[in-house]
């Protein structure tokens, strides 16, 4: 499921990394720009921005907060992300 | 969205690491008694001021060339700063690397400049070849 409609190759966590934009995606291998289903991605972004929200608030003030809480958070929910489309759970959208 | 993010990261880190420094020197020029320290503080911020924004200038008209300029003005602030705190530290002076401090002046800016080099960020750029 999580593939390039046009290569077939997989989506590399990388190519989540790389992204600005969570529902738009770019193939690592041949570039082609690859759509997020936009319920299943929409739902998702909503519910990890939520829980970032939530992680950060709790732990606003700290010392190191940059550091010790944002950016592992940020790279938690990258991993996160990737991994709910490496399952299908977030699903690609057929062009 | 790789246009938001650029013309989101661009003034903030502008913003951040020289327009605040250089209003904050211009104030200690305008409140202190001996100018001299701060007026050369001023004088370099302003450069780098002017600097930047010509940067930016070029980094809105979608040329690379802007954004070799803006982050070489960023890497020459983390970098001396660096240098006043080592040399502080060498001269006896409490070492000033906290957690935020690396983050602000080391990771952040590196995290930008990957973003803005590394990222999907880098095809808002005319000479990056995109599809």
Not at chain 1, 14 to 38: G, T
Not at chain 1, 67 to 86: A, D, H, Q, R, T
Not at chain 2, 30 to 58: F, N, R
Not at chain 2, 64 to 91: C, N, P, Q, R
Request: hydrophobic residues 55%; charged residues 15%.
């Amino acid at each position: 499921m999580s593939k390039c409609s046009k290569c077939d190759a997989d989506i590399t966590f990388m190519s989540v990394l790389n992204s600005p934009n969570p529902l738009r995606l770019k193939c690592s291998n041949c570039k082609e720009s690859i759509k997020i289903h936009s319920v299943t991605g929409g739902i998702a972004v909503a519910i990890i921005f939520a829980l970032i929200g939530i992680v950060l608030y709790a732990f606003y003030g700290i010392e190191g907060f940059w550091l010790k809480v944002v950016l592992p958070v940020i790279l938690v929910s990258e991993v996160g992300y990737f991994l709910l489309i490496k399952l299908g759970v977030v699903k690609i959208s057929s062009n | 969205m790789n246009k938001v993010a650029v013309m989101t990261i661009v003034p903030l880190c502008f913003w951040l690491y020289t327009a605040w420094p250089f209003i904050l020197s211009a104030f200690s020029l305008w409140l202190s008694e001996d100018k001299s320290a701060p007026a050369i503080s001023t004088i370099l911020w302003g450069s780098a001021v002017i600097v930047q924004i010509y940067a930016m200038v070029l980094i809105f008209s979608r040329k690379t060339k802007g954004l070799h300029i803006f982050f070489s003005v960023m890497a020459l602030h983390a970098f001396l700063w660096l240098s006043d705190v080592l040399v502080s530290y060498f001269e006896g002076e409490e070492l000033l690397l906290s957690s935020s401090v690396v983050f602000d002046k080391i990771l952040f800016p590196l995290l930008v400049a990957w973003g803005m080099y590394m990222s999907d960020i880098k095809y808002f750029f005319n000479n990056v070849e995109s599809k």
